[in-house]
Nanobody, 125 residues
Framework: QVQLEESGGGLVQAGGSLTLSCAAS????????MAWFRQAPGKEREFIAY????????YYTDSVKGRFSISRDNAKNTLYLAMSSLKPEDTAVYYC??????????????????WGQGTQVTVSS
C-alpha cells in the first residue's frame, strides 16, 4: 500500500504561480511512476503530467506544457507540481497518483494503483 497526500492548493490570481506537493508513505516511493491529474467542476478527471521512476523523464498534456513542471524527490518521498502562468481554466481539484511500472497508457486513470484525496486550486480572473 502507498498512501498519498496532496498539499499546497489555494486561491491564486491569473498569471500567478503555485507549487503542489504530494507526500508518499508506505511502500518505497522510488519504485513507482507518478502522475498528476485534475478534475474541474462538472468535468471528468484529466491527466496532466507524468514522471518515470527510472530516469525522471516527464510527459505533459498539451494544455500545460511550458507552464507546469512535474518533479520528484525520492529522498523526501515527495512529488511536486510547479505551476506558473495560471489561468482560470486551471481551476480544479488536483490529484497525485502512483503506479507500479507498467506499459499501460499513462493518461488513463485505470493505469494507476494509488490516489491521493486531492487539493483544490482556484485561479481567479
Amino acid at each position: 500500500q502507498v498512501q498519498l497526500e496532496e498539499s499546497g492548493g489555494g486561491l491564486v490570481q491569473a498569471g500567478g504561480s503555485l507549487t503542489l506537493s504530494c507526500a508518499a508513505s508506505g511502500r518505497t516511493f522510488s519504485n513507482y511512476d507518478m502522475a498528476w491529474f485534475r478534475q474541474a467542476p462538472g468535468k471528468e478527471r484529466e491527466f496532466i503530467a507524468y514522471i518515470i521512476r527510472i530516469d525522471d523523464s516527464t510527459y505533459y498534456t498539451d494544455s500545460v506544457k511550458g507552464r507546469f513542471s512535474i518533479s520528484r524527490d525520492n529522498a523526501k518521498n515527495t512529488l511536486y507540481l510547479a505551476m506558473s502562468s495560471l489561468k482560470p481554466e486551471d481551476t480544479a481539484v488536483y490529484y497525485c497518483a502512483a503506479r507500479r511500472p507498467s506499459t499501460g497508457n499513462v493518461r488513463t486513470e485505470i493505469s494507476y494503483d494509488y490516489w491521493g484525496q486531492g487539493t483544490q486550486v482556484t485561479v481567479s480572473s
